[in-house]
Nanobody, 123 residues
């Protein structure tokens, strides 16, 4: 059984940084797409970033230049480095992993999801 466990969330002031981690267990995802999504209160879940089999990355326009997704295949872990955080980045952040090597442009790419970690950015 696959488990995805996020860590690294917390409270930070605007302009600060956080690094989220997501460790997968139960199978290896080194050749698969992995990603991050977020959901703010009263809003739908939205795409943040994805990394695919060859290390290529995709980021939402709202986080481009501020957030970086990366992975450590040896650790079966995906990271999200978040810099220059804004209050509108406040949300529960979820990591996800796919049976596919590529990102298909929607959350249906991903079959495995973590429980989420809260990120709160104060103004």
């Amino acid at each position: 059984q696959v488990h995805m466990v996020e860590s690294g969330g917390g409270l930070v002031q605007a302009g600060g940084s956080l690094r989220l981690s997501c460790a997968a267990s139960g199978r290896t995802f080194s050749s698969n797409a992995m990603g991050w999504f977020r959901q703010a209160p009263g809003k739908e879940r939205e795409f943040v970033a994805a990394i695919v089999w060859n290390g290529g990355t995709y980021e939402a326009d709202s986080v481009k230049g501020r957030f970086t997704i990366s992975r450590d295949n040896a650790e079966n872990t995906v990271y999200l480095q978040m810099n220059s955080l804004k209050p509108e980045d406040t949300a529960v952040y979820y990591c996800a992993a796919s049976d596919s090597p590529i990102y298909r442009g929607s959350d249906t790419t991903f079959q495995y999801w973590g429980q989420g970690t809260q990120v709160t950015v104060s103004s």
